[in-house]
């Protein structure tokens, strides 16, 4: 549901951080009050001149020199509360946005770039504080100036105030015709540097596979292409923004020699003084200033507009999986009914069309309770991940409920869902940070929480921990490169097990580990399983899976059978299929590193 702030944000933000804003207006508004008395002044010194004593003269220096002083005080302390305002708003929406992203599905960051992303929160978000900060400052500057500018012209000359400033009304048009065209070109600018950044992001994890394929020429061309249309955008945005100064300045400077024209003959026959006429001709000229400034301001709000508009269409898409707040007793059973998923769309790669997929999961029932494990077993695209998924509630279902006890898995909260369902998924991802700190890092404080050795022992990878030089402490590099598929899934499960959920659920997590030690690491599952800890398996490996509580047997979607091992092996022709390939190739596997063992002991 789109909340009212995003129509309005920058009253929200000024609502929001009202004290640094109110602060940073009102020091604007006297450091204007005393640049503007500079020039009257200076105008007042310049008539006094002919009879003026010296200790008049002295009194208007020391007038100045008060003029001056607060001026540089007072323009100090709105920059430090203006700059603190607008840093706090930048701050403020990159957390929320941040966290929008956090909350969202898997459907918003398959589909949307990671340079997409990181555009969003950094390059917009930056665009937006500009807007609210420095455009929304000088605008105000400006509107003071103009407001304290023209009554004070007035009052030296009516004639030439309207004289000289005849052509302003003419300005808003011109900034009205320039924002529209600069809000679109910005826009299709902010979506090209998107593009840009995605291209990037995507080379650069990818570069391993560019260098084998030798695709550096084709990749190198696609990225000049790109960055190509990112610099013409970038120049027809230059170009129409360039065009804000001169057109404001020239209506002033029109003016200006106005004055020169019309203002000349009344300091002659001394109907002005050439105090008031200086005086006149300082204020016209700071009225540059109050013209070029709505230009920018103008400029920096579209800009900012246009940022927002693409912040906001993130911040109000709707989070695939609802936000639960139920919190329920741990310990009891879960209970699918009639479970299904269809993804949103899939891709015809004959015709290059997409259309709407058949359903990945459909009709599946069952029950596990408290203090049982299962295995989820079936050919390659039978939907055993889609399932763990869901029963991990990272998907939603599109038919059919999962139960945890009697509440929906959709109304739990979710932090403490994660103590009843944790997943270590197929693809792992570790972050560059120390071992220890990847797996124990993100945990609360609490005295149950195991140790890291106790964890890494059950892992089955604490002796190859102890052979690094840092031990536990070492820096791993982007994603764990460096380490083998076998390690980074061992780490992966050991980040698991640290949670200590009800179920863990392990999506062929072991399948890069080598057969011993699978063996060894499921015994130990198999030795400590009790209520508080128990599994679900996702695996291809099922001759290793016998001894658990229950086994699915999935089949394009469908649940065709569930039971124990010998109840599927007598009943279940496909599980008897899937167990008797399985077993050979594990067969396969131990005579080829027999053979190689006895290699190695020849040499």
Known sequence: MQENWLKHPFIHYIKKFHKPFNLGVVALFITNGFDIMGPFIIGKLIDALPGATLASLKLNLFLLLCVSVGTAVFRYLWRIYFGRFHHEVAADLRKVLFQKMMNLGQNFHQKTPTGEKMTLLTQDIE????????????LFDAIIYVFALIPLMLLIDIQWTWQCL???????????????????????????????????????????????????????????????RLKDYGIKVDKIESAFGPALEFFVMIGTATLLFVGAEKVVSKQVSVGDFFA???????????????????????????????????????????????IVKKGLGLSIRNLGFQYSSTADLTNLTLHESKFALQNISFNLKPGESMAIVGPVGSGKTTLVQLIASILPPTEGEILYGETKIQDLNKIQYRTIAALVPQRIFLFKKSIKDNVLDFLTPSPHNKSFATLAQEAHIYDEIQNLPNKENTVLEENGQGLSGGQRQRLALARGLALQPQWLLLDDTLSAVDIETEQNILKHMRANKSNETNYIFCSHRIQSLSWVDKILVLDQGQLVDSGDHETLMARSQIYRGLYSSQKNLDLSKKETTRVLNSTKELL
């Open 127 to 138: 665009n937006f504080r500009m807007g609210i900060g420095p455009g929304l400052l000088i």
């Open 280 to 326: 006149f001709y300082q204020y016209l000229l700071r009225m540059i200033w109050p013209m070029t400034a709505l230009g920018f301001s103008f400029m920096m709000y579209k800009e900012a507009d246009s940022s927002f508009d693409r912040i906001k269409d993130i911040l109000t898409k709707e989070p695939w999986l609802p936000e639960g707040q139920i």
């Open 166 to 228: 005849a052509l302003m009304p003419l300005i808003p048009f011109v900034i009205y015709k320039l924002e529209n065209t600069l809000n679109h070109n910005y826009r299709q600018l902010q979506d090209e540097t998107g593009e840009l950044t995605s291209f990037t992001q995507e080379t650069v994890s990818g570069i391993k596979v560019i260098k084998s394929l030798g695709l550096n020429s084709l990749r190198l061309g696609l990225f000049d292409h790109t960055n190509r």
